[in-house]
């Protein structure tokens, strides 16, 4: 079964930092391509990265560009989303997904629980 979860999820300040994990199982993890999403309260889920497995190249959405980082570690089956010059505007429910393709960015298909990201002013 595939399944992923994330977590790392908190409150920080404006400006602050947060690294998020997504933890994987059910699959082999360098077949599929992994996202990252956000929800805020009100509005439409996010695309905010992808890593795919064809070549490992990431894409970011315009709203993350230069302040988030993904990465990954195929030994503990987890990828990272380090979240720098957090804003405000960035608290939202955070989740990974794939769709068990290999390029970006993959459907929500399979996603577990997100983490909540909470940015104080």
Not at 10 to 24: D, I, K, P
Not at 25 to 43: C, L, N
Not at 85 to 111: G, H, M, N, R
């Amino acid at each position: 079964e595939v399944q992923l979860q994330a977590s790392g999820g908190g409150l920080v300040q404006a400006g602050g930092s947060l690294r998020l994990s997504c933890a994987t199982s059910g699959f082999t993890f360098d077949d599929y391509a992994i996202g990252w999403f956000r929800q805020a309260p009100g509005k439409e889920r996010e695309r905010i990265s992808c890593i795919n497995s064809y070549d490992r190249s990431i894409k970011y959405g315009d709203s993350v560009k230069g302040r988030f980082t993904v990465s990954r570690d195929a030994g503990k089956n987890t990828v990272y989303l380090q979240m720098n010059s957090l804003e405000p505007e960035d608290t939202a429910v955070y989740s990974c997904a794939t769709d068990q393709s290999i390029l970006c960015w993959p459907k929500y298909t399979f996603a577990g629980q997100g983490t909540l990201v909470t940015v104080s002013s």
